[in-house]
Nanobody, 127 residues
């Protein structure tokens, strides 16, 4: 079992930045591919970004490409999401997730591929 805990959310003005963290316990994250997802009120959960177990491959949703950066520190058992140039439409609960399935760029956005999920952290961007 992997337990995931997100932190770093908060209230920020449009154009600002936040860095989210996803800390794992129970097992080392170094063998898991990781993803960030978000869910806004009244909307379905959507993919944001993913990173392979080694950190060598990343994949982003078009809506955040160029603004968000996913990274990981396996020694710290932590995955990060650096969010820059935030927009009001980025407002959502952000959750990290882990999967032991093999990396495939065409499939990493699929919610069903992820086995473990954190509780989420709220990000609110004011205009």
């Amino acid at each position: 079992q992997v337990q995931l805990v997100e932190s770093g959310g908060g209230l920020v003005q449009a154009g600002g930045s936040l860095r989210l963290s996803c800390a794992a316990s129970g097992r080392t994250l170094s063998t898991y591919n990781m993803g960030w997802f978000r869910q806004a009120p009244g909307k379905e959960r959507e993919f944001v970004a993913a990173i392979s177990w080694s950190g060598g491959s990343t994949y982003y949703a078009d809506s955040v490409k160029g603004r968000f950066t996913i990274s990981r520190d396996n020694a710290k058992n932590t995955v990060y999401l650096q969010m820059n140039s935030l927009k009001p439409e980025d407002t959502a609960v952000y959750s990290c997730a882990a999967t032991a399935r093999a990396w495939a760029s065409s499939k990493v956005a699929g919610i069903e591929r992820y086995d473990y999920w954190g509780q989420g952290t709220q990000v609110t961007v004011s205009s």
